[in-house]
């Protein structure tokens, strides 16, 4: 008898996204794609940027879809340039698709990143669902960088520690991964901020990579990038249960 193997999913992180430069307008501003990268045109002088960041939302919920259209509301209040969503949002298609269409009604980039608890299957083919009626979305699997107004988002999916993943296929990157990312991003002018579900390594109870089982989750290579010169900033999510 033939045996199939399952097919595996294609890898966490894109290495080289060759798509041609594709210009469009995202509500009332004009944005374009350079490969793995989307840049605000005309870049604008550098007078400050407003980013919406929202991290482990948890499975869906009725309070969750709450939350997430005060938080719509909120970042229309603020004029709010792209919002992005660092991963957590549980493991079922459906916490994906309900999640990611409260926020669709504003017109601005939507970047999401798979974190731990997302199969990378069930996460692209949640994300697909979201995007084919709303074009303004972005999978950070594919589109690595931001550009706008002097920064850069260098967006980082997925865990560095498999063992932590809850999925069979669940997104992880290696040190390699961050390097090149890294490397890629101090060619350019803009500022480079690292975005990340999972944040760096720290020491102590109150630490915010603190898990109920008293470790310390987080990537101690983000800790030690965070150290170098050249990465003044990261954005990065935290331990629900933690602080």
Request: proline letters at 8%.
């Amino acid at each position: 008898p033939i045996v199939t193997q399952p097919a595996q999913p294609r890898p966490c992180l894109s290495t080289e996204n060759s798509q041609p430069t594709r210009a469009f307008r995202i509500g009332a501003r004009d944005w374009e794609t350079r490969g793995d990268t989307l840049i605000r045109r005309p870049l604008p002088t550098p007078k400050g940027v407003n980013i919406g960041f929202l991290a482990h939302l948890g499975p869906y919920s009725v309070e969750l879809k709450q939350s997430l259209e005060t938080f719509v509301m909120w970042f229309r209040s603020k004029r709010v340039d792209a919002v992005v969503v660092l991963g957590g949002f549980g493991p079922e298609r459906s916490d994906v698709t309900e999640a990611l269409q409260r926020l669709a009604a504003y017109q601005v980039p939507i970047i999401a990143l798979p974190g731990k608890e997302e199969d990378q299957e069930i996460f692209e083919a949640a994300f697909a669902d979201v995007r084919f009626y709303n074009q303004h979305f972005f999978n950070a699997q594919d589109l690595r960088f931001v550009i706008v107004s002097g920064i850069q988002l260098v967006l980082l999916p997925g865990h560095f520690n498999r063992s932590y993943t809850r999925t069979r296929h669940g997104c992880v990157y290696t040190k390699d991964d961050v390097e090149r990312a890294i490397t890629k991003a101090k060619e350019r002018p803009e500022t480079p901020v690292l975005v990340t579900y999972v944040g760096p390594k720290q020491i102590g109870e109150g630490a915010l990579d603190r898990t109920a089982e008293g470790d310390n989750s987080g990537d101690p290579f983000v800790e030690s990038l965070l150290q170098r010169p050249g990465l003044p900033f990261g954005v990065m999510g935290n331990i629900r249960e933690a602080g």
